[in-house]
């Protein structure tokens, strides 16, 4: 049975458990849980970062911790009873653990690196801890690391500000918001701005000498010198060096390393330098031979220098890293310079001294430290545990400590002045030192050479060669302790070195010195010139009695009479004392012995403050003791003297150098003060001083005294409180009485202001500034509330009115500020006493706004102490004083500073984030201990509503300052919360006074708006946010305070559920704040304020009868919202839910849900409108999203600004993605929308303010570039010809001229540049994943240049990762359009173009033509062919059906969009038969288009035609038209199929037509067949007799062999020989051609034969192996292309599904015919991605014919319906089918130039007039024109395309059919005409059309409009200017005809063509001023 726990409630997982039982809960080692429940050795509860799932997990896996119970029971919280700091590092840690993956995956290699260390550190540092065993110091230590690293890990992860007192996180609850703001800002601060340190060290470490041939050893002296004052500033680190210049002694790192300590800042400048001197051991002369002297001598060697700034610039760039320098040392070539060598170096006088070599030079490592001694053991404790010299500084630092001893006596050996003693030459002169005491006994080790190096008892000096006048500069240290100092001298002996081979070294001379005078003076600082006393070698100084009777030195006359020998040598030292322990100075030490001579007391105690400070602070106790001595002797004579040194002393204290010795005097007065009866005196001098102060002209000695009252009080309390310990308590009401007569006095003092002067306020100022001092003294004998009570009194002394005097004000807050921070304030009892004083001047300062930030610091201090130590009583009435004399002038004072200009910039803005943030501090801390009753007194204090009004308002703005994010720093989130919770309490209270006060007949607008905007404001804080939150993060702030938005977000729907009526005057002005609530990702949240939206329509309903405003509002503010990240798709369905259920009981329910409507799907195109945005690259997604907005603005919901808005951001995305054409489309829409007027347009988006032609031409322009850059000229054309109108009309010639230039230009492109027709690709997208505008809907999309199938498809699948290509192209199933996946299909379609006319004019070039078969185009069409009934596998074709589709969008392509959405789709089958006959007509096309290109010889080689050919009849020989004989020619088919009669006729008349064209191209093949191709020439000859033998085909006339056919000046333009009665390859015959299907052969593509291409067919679509080799034993087409399957497929499966279709991956090579390319030369291989397929001009006779004459196969079909336009192919010629009853009068019908063909009779295979004989019974109708002539019969050519109807204008053609490029000539004209029936045809001969081209008759040109789409439609119209549009009414205009050109004989439909269309303009509406 589950029981729950007691005690058993937190653990941590030891081992991971996978949760596999039932109810199990999985869980990871290092989990924390909470348990609930227990039962049998099992838990049950939940893991801490996942509260919300609970299971059951093994007691065995848990180790148990214990934990406090917070609210036991159900809602019950664990708060581990573990040390503070271990519970945040494991939390920390946690948190880090899954950022720090994340900065792994987001390659920030360089933090995560350094955040893995830092966190191995916190675990050893946590096992530290809780192993237990630290020290209490060394536990702080550790902990203060951890806060550290934690506060840094947290900064660089930007978490957090964790607020900490003494290492531990504090609970905001438990402390004043003051205090909260305190610990954050001091946090803040210490991370942003470190604090200096004056004090630092530098390391050093000598590593080597780097220089030729040394072998000797050497000293090396490094110190630190000033070159300003030319002093050294530190003692010398002394090294020894071996032979090699390698550290002597290199196992002691002492001896290598040193640190020369206590610098101060004014130390690290660039004048500062370190020098280094060396002096080697060894022979006098460097070069000596060995055997000349063997003796060993000190001699200088160089000197290098180092500058400081040098090292200061390095540890910029390096931060904290050693750093090896190369010191050059230089040589002295001149000994007599050595002691200023260095100095010439630093002034760059170094050209007199040699390097040493050029690549020698001293190694050291240097680094500068910063801190104090202690600091730097702690955080460098390797430099100490190795062993480092401390280097000292000369003299005492910066700083003096009381515990610092020292006693170093420098001596340094200057220079001396010597005889040359009857040399020749100048002495070798060596110095020996040594110390000695009284007795004469050499004192031992006391003379020290630096630090680094034990000190000696002798120091021999360095010698310099043959110098009577020798300048050491050689320092010395003589460490001797003090009880040696009396009595001991110093004695140097002077020596002269030989350079004689033995060496000697004679003494010459001696002097001396004493170190101590009889009076107990040490010897002075400074030089001191020394007698050289002479002596021999021999002399003895075991008596230095007999020599310390001498004079020593010059000027000195103490000494006895004894003769001295004169001596002209004299030796000069200098010397420097600093010792803590003995003095230079006489006067301290008469002062000290005052006994000795106590008449001269007056004398010494005058001379007292002449003495230096550090001299009397070195003996600060005795120096004490003697005044108090003194004074006990005789107080009345001495009193006065003895105040004054006691206040010099004080004073002197409080010096920086000295404030380290106020501990010693506090020590002194505690321990060692014994004066019991010195208070009297001092309470008397004291009261004098102050009472003289009122009439004293001098003030400064009165002003010392004062500040050192704090002293003197110290004193006076301890001397009564030691009289007292002496008496039982004696003379109390005496001293009371004095104490309050000297407060008296003091009162006085203070009430007095300054006359004139300002002597008397600077006392007052010294006064106040050291009085709070005094309080924790009186505290010490007397009462608190007595204490306190003289505090007022004194306090309020002071004037009230803030005068001139500034600065008397501000010392006056300063005291009042440390009155508060007082002991005496902690005390309830005296505060109560003082908080009225302290509020008055409070309030007197903020309402000038005068030192603000000492008031925040007052309040401040204030707040925290009220939080801390008050009972609720005293508190309760505190919290009144506080609310009645602060509230409203601290509301007011945060306004006056947030008004204020902020200085900008990334420095910490004092006056607003300082000042203002303790302000708000306050506020927030005052608000928060205000309880009911408070709340309630403040309301009813007011005493009229517009003083409440007025506080309302200031409180509801100060609220919204206080939550804008610039308020607190981005971390400090804590700090956020606290602030809201008290702003969200205080709310709730003062909304029940507005409720009160301001709702019925006191109405107030401006009231409740503020209330309701600071509402919204606050909760769409980001720190609200709690979705942005950490898990753990949001469970901490769910537990404490709760979601507050929701609480808001319910008092928001209260207090407007109370407005009533009210609510009219917010709508609709708080339909915007409201909506932008209701997006934030809050269900309770929205559940609550959805609601008001409803609430607003009905009350919109109510005034107005409808609700547009809100309509309207929430549109405009749904944009932009959700633009900015708002919002999702669970809001959109609560959103349409909440308002529909709402709206199902109102009269007005339609209209509403039509809003709720629209507003849903204006959300659904906002969000994936986002959601495309998110992605970097311009895709198809981001545009076709951009699309569908932009409609849904423009035709659902007009909104007209928003419209063009996303006009722009569309036009933007396609010049991102260099969619030029694109681009100018879009732009086309927002000039659609303007006029050609003056009418000022306002700054909109980019555009400046202009008028709407200005900005019209401008955006003519642009488009005008953009379609430049698109290379769609035609359209610019038609622009640059509407601007040039613009510019006519008001004469701008200039720029008139440059349209005009233009224009021209773009028709000098459309001829001359070459421009690629791209592909079309349907692609469908089903699946609920895809985006609303995309879901389940067909669209057709313009490829790229050069993109195929494959390219096309890779592209969308990356767009959309996640989809799934479908390798069909059936249409999907059910399950597939509701799957929640998504589905890609994708092919090729091909594009079915609408200019006829254009395409079908012979005479327009390609160039042209190229164009209109690819732009405006609204149907694509592809085919899937299948098979119907049993399949035949012996013969295939009689089961292969085609299913047709034609697609028709409801925009045509190019548009603003590379693709658009299908709005109607056709599906059509063919049978096998009308298959079999398409098939047929294509290769007849086909191949007259290569024969007529080799005989025009537009082909450079024959290749071409030569695999055509070869495929063509290899494929009929190996049974491919057999197939179809056997298929639809044998008995069993015919009578099955009675309705097919024609179209087997057909199938016949194209077999026969196929075979007859072949005999004709081999004719022509023969011709120009080159001679090595002879033998497959003939082979083909062979194998097309087998063929015709096959068909039943006998020998062809003698026609038949024909010459090939010959242009006219190489150009097909016009036919040899216009004669009609003659028969030659250039005539024209009327043959009707009846094909039931119908259908054009629009395709572009090739097959073999018959039989490879049915294969093929079956091949693509099964996707199975068996070809056309193996099913009819058939060879490969030669003619397709191996480079894509596009072109390699049939014309009816081009358009089958990925895994079949054109350019599937999946189809296998051996259907990727590529035997011909081996065969072709690159420009005449098949389609490519260099030599792309394009349309051939006038291709299909169908064309010619028109739309009309085209019925479709489907019987279903009405008449109209079954009207079709055409495509242009590329391989068929003539392939287009008539209809006898639908060729419309009209029609132009022109024979292509072909070789002549006799009238034949014969079979019916061969007469093809047997199919409609009545056409040529019928008399031909009258001609219009002479040259016109019906035609009897016409005997067709083998290249013609023969069919009873009429014959159409079929050109030759040039170009290779296998690159898909071919240009159109013009042929002769011939025009027909039907009449009941009968087909009159006449044919104009190349005479006639020369002469029409001369003058008389021209080809018109090419139109350049956009021809619309039918009027019939409903699709939406591309978008295109006024120019672009056509009317539907009117005919499509053409360009006027040339100036020279007239036109005759023109048909009707070229008369409407040849006017010249004056287009209306369109009377755009009008726009709003954009």
């Avoid at 890293?321 to 050059?328: A, F, G, N, P």
């Avoid at 009122?694 to 009080?713: C, G, K, T």
Wanted: proline share 5%; with cysteine; net charge neutral.
């Amino acid at each position: 049975m589950w029981i729950p726990t007691d005690n058993e409630k937190y653990g941590v997982v030891i081992a991971s458990f996978r949760g596999t039982v039932p109810h199990g809960l999985p869980l990871e080692v290092g989990d924390t849980v909470q348990i609930l429940e227990k039962c049998d050795g099992w838990y049950r509860g939940f893991v801490l970062k996942s509260p919300s799932i609970k299971g059951i997990f093994p007691a065995t896996y848990i180790h148990l911790k214990n934990a406090n119970v917070k609210n036991k029971g159900q809602f019950e919280t664990i708060i581990p009873t573990e040390d503070t700091v271990i519970t945040e590092m494991t939390g920390t840690l946690r948190e880090w653990g899954i950022m720090w993956k994340q900065l792994y995956v987001k390659n920030e290699g360089d933090l995560f690196h350094r955040l893995w260390h830092v966190m191995n550190e916190l675990l050893d540092l946590r096992r530290q801890v809780l192993v237990g065993h630290l020290t209490h110091d060394r536990m702080k230590d550790v902990k203060r690391h951890i806060t550290a690293r934690l506060d840094w890990g947290n900064e660089q992860m930007g978490l957090d500000l964790v607020p900490r007192k003494e290492f531990s996180m504090v609970d905001p609850d438990e402390i004043s918001v003051t205090e909260l703001y305190k610990l954050m800002e001091h946090r803040h601060r210490k991370k942003d701005t470190p604090i200096p340190t004056s004090t630092h060290h530098l390391f050093l470490q000598m590593k080597s000498l780097m220089c030729a041939n040394l072998g000797e050893e050497l000293e090396v002296f490094f110190s630190i010198y000033d070159s300003r004052e030319n002093h050294p500033v530190s003692e010398r680190f002394f090294v020894k060096l071996n032979k090699n210049g390698l550290p002597k002694f290199p196992e002691r790192m002492e001896r290598q390393c040193t640190l020369f300590v206590d610098l101060g800042s004014s130390d690290l400048r660039k004048d500062i330098y370190i020098i280094v001197h060396i002096i080697r051991l060894g022979r006098m002369a460097a070069g000596e031979k060995k055997n000349t002297c063997n003796a060993q001598y000190r001699r200088p060697f160089g000197c290098a220098v180092l500058s400081i700034a040098d090292l200061l610039q390095t540890e910029r760039d390096t931060r904290d890293s050693k750093e090896d320098h190369m010191l050059k040392v230089y040589m002295c070539n001149t000994e007599s310079e050595w002691y200023q060598i260095h100095e010439n170096i630093i002034k760059k006088l170094n050209a007199r001294y040699n390097l040493t070599s050029s690549n020698a030079g001293l190694s050291v490592a240097l680094q500068l430290l910063h801190g104090d001694i202690d600091q730097i053991r702690r955080e460098y404790p390797v430099l100490f545990t190795r062993g480092v010299a401390i280097t000292r500084k000369l003299g005492f630092s910066d700083i003096i400590m009381p515990g610092d001893i020292r006693n170093d006596l420098y001596v340094t050996l200057e220079r001396g002045e010597f005889e040359k003693g009857g040399k020749s030459v100048a002495r070798n002169v060596d110095v020996t030192m040594y110390v000695l005491d009284s007795e004469g006994q050499i004192l031992k080790d006391c003379i020290s050479l630096g630090s680094g190096e034990i000190p000696v008892s002798e120091h021999h000096s360095f010698v310099l060669y043959h110098n009577n006048s020798p300048r050491w500069a050689e320092p010395l240290k003589l460490p001797i302790p003090v009880d040696k100092f009396r009595g001991a001298h110093i004695r140097l002996e002077f020596r002269h070195c030989s350079t004689k081979e033995k060496g000697e070294k004679k003494l010459f001379g001696f002097s001396f010195v004493p170190l101590m005078q009889e009076d107990g003076r040490t010897l002075p600082d400074g030089i001191h010139e020394l007698l050289v006393h002479k002596c021999e070698e021999n002399t003895s100084f075991h008596d230095p009695a007999r020599y310390l009777k001498l004079q020593y030195c010059k000027g000195n006359l103490h000494g006895n009479s004894q003769p001295v020998k004169a001596s002209k040598e004299t030796f000069w030292i200098s010397s420097f004392l600093c010792s803590t322990k003995l003095t230079q100075n006489g006067d301290l030490l008469d002062f000290l012995k005052w006994r000795a001579h106590p008449e001269r007391i007056c004398d010494i105690l005058s001379k007292f403050k002449d003495i230096d400070g550090a001299e009397i602070v070195k003996f600060l106790q005795d120096t004490l003791d003697a005044l108090f001595g003194i004074l006990d002797e005789n107080s009345q004579k001495y009193g006065l003297k003895v105040f004054d040194s006691l206040v010099h002393i004080i004073n002197l204290l409080q010096d920086i150098k000295f404030q380290h010795f106020k501990p010693v005097m506090d020590t002194y007065i505690e321990s060692h003060f014994a004066g019991a009866l010195a208070y009297r005196d001092l309470i008397k001098v004291l009261k004098r001083y102050i009472d003289r102060s009122i009439e004293a002209e001098r003030q400064e000695h009165i002003q010392d005294v004062l500040r050192a009252q704090e002293y003197i009080f110290k004193y006076i309390i301890h001397s009564r409180s030691l009289y007292t310990l002496a008496t039982g308590g004696q003379n109390e009401e005496e001293f009371r009485s004095n104490i309050y007569e000297l407060f008296q006095s003091v009162r006085y003092f203070l009430s007095i202001e300054s006359q004139g002067s300002s002597i008397i306020t600077q006392t007052q100022a010294v006064f106040l500034s050291s009085f709070p001092a005094v309080y924790s003294e009186l505290l010490k004998l007397i009462d608190v509330r007595e204490v306190a009570n003289l505090v007022r009194d004194t306090l309020r002394s002071m004037p009230d009115v803030l005068h001139v005097e500034y600065s008397l004000e501000a010392v006056k807050l300063q005291c009042i500020a440390k009155t508060v921070e007082s002991q005496l304030f902690t005390n309830p009892d005296s505060r109560c006493i003082l908080l009225p004083v302290v509020l008055h001047h409070l309030h007197m300062h903020l309402q000038e706004q005068k030192d603000l930030t000492m008031c925040a610091r007052i309040l401040s201090t204030t707040f925290c102490l009220i939080k801390k130590d008050s009972s609720e009583i005293t508190a309760s009435e505190e919290v009144d004083m506080l609310v009645d004399s602060l509230l409203g002038v601290l509301l007011r004072t945060i306004l006056e500073i947030s008004n204020r200009s902020q200085p900008s910039g990334p420095t910490i803005r004092l006056q607003f984030q300082d000042v203002t943030g303790e302000f708000v501090a306050c506020l927030l801390a005052l608000l928060r201990q205000m309880t009911d009753k408070h709340y309630q007194q403040l309301l009813e204090s007011f005493t009229s509503k517009d003083d409440l009004r007025d506080f309302l308002l200031q409180i509801f703005t100060v609220f919204k300052i206080l939550i804008r994010p610039e308020m607190f720093p981005k971390d400090w989130t804590i700090m956020r919360l606290v602030t809201n919770n008290v702003i969200i309490t205080t709310i709730l209270y003062l909304s029940d006074a507005l409720r009160k006060n301001f709702l019925h007949e006191g109405f107030d607008f401006k009231v409740w708006e503020s209330y309701f905007y600071l509402a919204v404001i606050f909760i769409n804080q980001p720190c609200l946010q709690l979705e942005m939150f950490s898990p753990s993060k949001r469970k901490k702030v769910l537990e404490k305070y709760g979601d507050m938005r929701v609480t808001m977000g319910c008092e928001i729907f209260s207090m407007w559920q109370n407005l009533g009526e009210h609510k009219l005057q917010f709508i609709p002005g708080l339909i915007g704040p409201f909506l932008e609530v209701t997006l934030v990702p809050q269900a309770d949240l929205r559940n609550v304020m959805i609601p008001i939206f409803h609430d607003m329509m009905d009350w919109e309903q109510r005034r107005t009868g409808n609700f547009k405003q809100v309509e309207a509002k929430l549109i405009d503010k749904l944009d932009s919202l959700m633009s900015e990240g708002k919002g999702d798709e669970t809001y959109r369905e609560l959103f349409n839910s909440i308002l529909l259920k709402k709206i199902e009981r109102e009269t007005w329910r339609e209209s509403g849900i039509s809003l709720v409507a629209t507003v849903t799907r204006l959300m659904e195109r906002l969000l994936d409108y986002r959601d495309c945005m998110k992605v970097a690259e311009v895709d198809g997604k981001k545009i076709g999203c951009t699309v569908s907005l932009l409609n849904f603005y423009k035709t659902e919901i007009n909104k007209e600004e928003m419209y063009i808005r996303y006009i722009h951001k569309l036009y933007d995305l396609h010049l991102k993605a260099q969619n030029f054409t694109e681009a100018a489309y879009t732009l086309l829409l927002y000039d659609e929308l303007l006029e050609w007027s003056e009418r000022p347009l306002r700054e909109f988006l980019h555009y400046p303010m202009q008028t709407e032609w200005q900005r019209k031409e401008i955006l003519h322009l642009t488009i005008i570039q953009n379609f430049d850059k698109g290379k769609c000229w035609e359209n610019g054309i038609i622009l640059c010809r509407e601007l040039a109108d613009q510019y006519e009309s008001f004469y701008d010639y200039r720029n008139l001229s440059k349209m005009r230039m233009m224009e021209a230009s773009f028709y000098d492109k459309i001829m001359d540049q070459q421009r690629l027709e791209p592909e079309f690709f349907r692609v469908g997208f089903y699946g609920k994943k895809f985006p609303f505008f995309l879901r389940n809907k067909e669209f057709v999309c313009r490829g790229h240049d050069y993109e195929r199938l494959e390219a096309f498809q890779q592209r969308m699948l990356n767009e959309f990762p996640h989809a799934i290509a479908m390798q069909h192209a059936n249409q999907p199933e059910e399950t597939i359009f509701q799957a929640d996946a998504q589905y890609l299909q994708i092919y090729a379609v091909i594009p079915i173009p609408d200019n006829h006319e254009i395409l079908q004019k012979e005479a327009i070039p390609d160039h042209i033509k190229s164009f209109y078969r690819v732009n405006n185009i609204w149907r694509f069409r592809y085919d899937r062919p299948f098979h119907k009934g049993i399949k035949d596998k012996e013969n295939e074709f009689k089961s292969l059906w085609v299913e047709r589709t034609t697609l028709t969008l409801v925009q045509s392509l190019p548009g603003i969009s590379r693709w658009f959405e299908v709005d109607r789709r056709e599906v059509v089958e063919m049978s096998p038969l009308e298959n079999a006959i398409e098939v047929l007509e294509n290769k007849n096309q086909q191949l007259r288009t290569l024969i007529t290109q080799c005989q025009s010889r537009q082909m450079q080689n024959i290749n071409p035609l030569t695999m055509c050919l070869n495929g063509v009849i290899d494929a009929a020989v190996n049974g491919g038209l057999a197939r179809y004989q056997e298929a639809f020619f044998v008995k069993d088919y015919i009578l099955n199929h009675p309705e097919d009669g024609e179209k087997i006729s057909r199938l016949r008349e194209l077999m026969f037509e196929q075979a007859h064209i072949l005999e004709y191209g081999l004719a022509v093949h023969e011709k120009f067949v080159p001679q090595d191709m002879r033998p497959l020439h003939k082979k083909l000859v062979d194998q097309f007799f087998v063929m015709k033998s096959r068909l039943g085909i006998q020998d062809f006339p003698g026609y038949a062999r024909v010459s090939p056919i010959h242009l006219t000046n190489g150009s097909p333009r016009t036919c040899r020989n216009p004669t009609l009665g003659a028969i030659s390859p250039d005539g024209a015959r009327l043959v009707n051609r009846r094909s039931p299907l119908s259908y054009p052969a629009f395709n572009r593509y090739s097959s073999s034969s018959l039989s490879s291409q049915a294969s093929a067919e079956v091949s693509n679509i099964t996707g199975q192996s068996e070809s056309s080799d193996e099913v009819f034993q058939m060879q490969a087409s030669p003619s397709t292309s191996s480079l894509s399957s596009t072109h390699s497929a049939s014309p009816n499966v081009t358009s089958s599904a990925p895994s079949s279709a054109r350019g599937s991956p999946l189809l296998s090579d051996k259907h990727k015919h590529s035997r011909e390319n081996t065969c072709l030369s690159p420009r005449e291989r098949p389609c490519s991605a260099i030599y792309p397929i394009s349309v051939e001009p006038a291709q299909t006779l169908t064309q010619q014919i028109g739309d009309s004459c085209m019925p479709r196969s489907d019987p279903n079909l009405s008449a109209p319906e079954k009207v079709m336009n055409p495509t242009p192919s590329s391989w068929s010629l003539d392939s287009g089918k008539e209809a006898r009853n639908c060729v419309p009068d009209s029609a132009k019908l022109v024979s292509p130039p072909v070789p002549p063909r006799p009238p034949h009779t014969g079979s019916p295979a061969k007469t093809y007039r047997s199919f409609s004989p009545q056409a040529f019974e019928t008399p031909p109708a009258n001609p219009r024109s002479p040259h016109k002539s019906s035609v009897q019969s016409l005997t067709p050519s083998p290249t013609d395309y023969q069919s009873l109807g009429p014959v159409y204008n079929s050109p030759v053609l040039s170009g290779s059919s296998s690159s898909g490029i071919s240009s159109l000539s013009r042929g002769s004209v011939t025009e027909t005409t039907l009449t009941d029936g009968t087909i009159t045809c006449t044919l104009i001969g190349s005479e006639e059309l020369i002469k029409r081209e001369n003058g008389t008759f021209a080809c018109m040109p090419p139109r350049y409009n956009l021809s619309e789409h039918g009027t019939g439609t409903s699709r939406r119209r591309a978008p295109l200017p006024h120019s672009l549009s056509v009317p539907p009414s009117a005919e499509p205009p053409a360009l006027p005809p040339k100036p020279h050109v007239l036109r005759v004989h023109r048909s009707e439909g070229e008369n409407r063509m040849d006017e010249i269309l004056v287009r209306p303009r369109s009377q755009p509406r009008k726009v709003s001023q954009l």
